[in-house]
């Protein structure tokens, strides 16, 4: 049997490193060593004198400790360094399902979230967040409809990528007591937490790995920090028979974490909070100018304002799209590729994230955003204002 395509990773292979306007990226503006070493107090010449041996299997114990800080109830020894965030799903699926379990996935999501359980368990059951008229809602009775003797895992994404949902305390409560009655694991990838400046929400969620104990939580430096190059990222563990298990799956993925990504990660973490500040401030700017873009072309999307996360998911009305445009566009995923050829803008459409209507994805956190939405808005029907780009 074949794992089935990851779509994201496919589109954006085909044109993130030529178009001239990423507006559906999920990471956070970035930064170079320099700059990150010069914040941290670090040197260049500290991450010369590294020495390049194999680095333990769970993870350096400085970085772990490090980790662990950002928790409350969590210790270094709960914490399992990986090589990349994504190195964390497959990781986690592989040492829990096999073919005789069920499992429940939050949709849409992240392929990868979606794609290995799918492809190692029984039964795979997606659970669609539900579009409200101005947001996303969790259906917390549709969860308990699915769950069966069988389920294994509940798969979760908080903040959520793509719809920028973020549930409320209660919720995420009842969702916990769901899967404690019936005895299930919950995978929360938290890897946009520390984004929760979109819609003023502002209220960070205790992570999951703090408020129950049959937790794999999933986090890294990619998105709300900024540094995907870094493939830095981590899973938190409570139970160690679990988390050996794990560690057991990853000698035969990485065997353990790249030495010099240990070393910035370690400087990265001890500038954790700026770092997340700068993030959270161009996502709130860059949120602003898109809330008045999409009420000037209401009659074009349906703008759902994310509550966190670096994301959004837009409805397109594409007859509405196609008015005066001599080509018929038929679907989502021909807009996007047509877009991208034809003027080098990159949305993501919403079919790679497993959502068969007509959304796309758009990225909130790049400080090239307002130019990219320019370029994006002269594209669209005529006869609406162009927006100031500074
Ligand atoms: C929800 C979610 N989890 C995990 C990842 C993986 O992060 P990375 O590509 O840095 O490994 C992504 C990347 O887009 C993501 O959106």
Redesign the pocket.
């Known amino acids: 049997m074949k794992i089935k395509p990851f779509l994201?990773e496919h589109f954006f292979a085909k044109y993130e490193f030529t178009a001239s306007h990423l507006l559906a990226s999920?990471?956070c503006e970035t930064t170079s060593i320099a700059e990150l070493l010069e914040l941290s107090g670090g040197s260049l010449a500290g991450l010369g004198a590294l020495k390049l041996g194999y680095t333990e299997s769970q993870g350096h114990p400085d970085y772990r400790r490090m980790v662990a800080e950002m928790y409350e109830g969590v210790s270094a020894d709960d914490v399992v360094i990986l090589t990349?965030?994504?190195?964390g799903?497959y990781l986690t699926m592989q040492t829990l399902l096999d073919a005789s379990d069920e499992v429940i996935a939050l949709s849409p999501?992240?392929d990868?979230?979606h794609h290995v359980a799918d492809h190692l368990c029984g039964e795979f059951r997606p659970w669609q967040l539900v579009p409200t008229r101005t947001g996303w809602e969790m259906d917390l009775d549709h969860l308990r409809s699915l769950v069966s003797s069988k389920t294994r895992l509940i798969i979760v994404?908080f903040p959520h990528?793509p719809t920028g949902y973020q549930p409320g305390r209660d919720e995420l409560q009842e969702l916990i007591e769901i899967a404690r009655e019936n005895d299930c694991w919950l995978f929360c990838?938290e890897?946009?937490r520390g984004l929760e400046s979109g819609c003023d929400a502002g209220v960070t969620l205790p992570s999951v790995a703090d408020v129950y104990e049959k937790s794999i939580v999933?986090n890294?430096l990619?998105?709300t920090f900024g540094l995907?190059g870094l493939?830095a990222?981590w899973l938190v563990i409570r139970d160690s028979v679990m988390r050996e298990k794990l560690i057991g799956w990853k000698h035969y993925t990485t065997i353990c974490p790249a030495a010099p990504t240990e070393y910035l990660a370690m400087q990265a973490l001890s500038v954790r909070d700026q770092l997340a500040e700068r993030s959270r401030a161009i996502v709130h700017q860059n949120l602003a100018i898109c809330t008045s873009f999409m009420q000037r072309h209401a009659a074009l999307f349906r703008w759902r304002p994310p509550l966190a996360g670096s994301t959004a998911f837009v409805e397109i009305d594409l007859e509405q799209l196609g008015r005066g445009q001599k080509q018929v566009t038929t679907s989502v995923m021909q807009y996007c590729h047509d877009l991208a050829k034809s003027h080098g803008i990159l949305l993501l459409p919403g079919d790679c994230l497993g959502c068969s209507s007509e959304f796309v994805r758009i990225g909130l956190g790049r400080l090239d955003f307002p130019a990219a939405l320019v370029a994006w808005e002269a594209t669209l029907p005529s006869a609406f204002p162009a927006l100031d780009a500074t």
């Open positions: 994201t999920s990471d990349s965030p994504v190195e799903i999501a992240y990868a979230l994404n990528n990838d890897i946009y999933l890294g990619s998105k995907p493939r990222g």
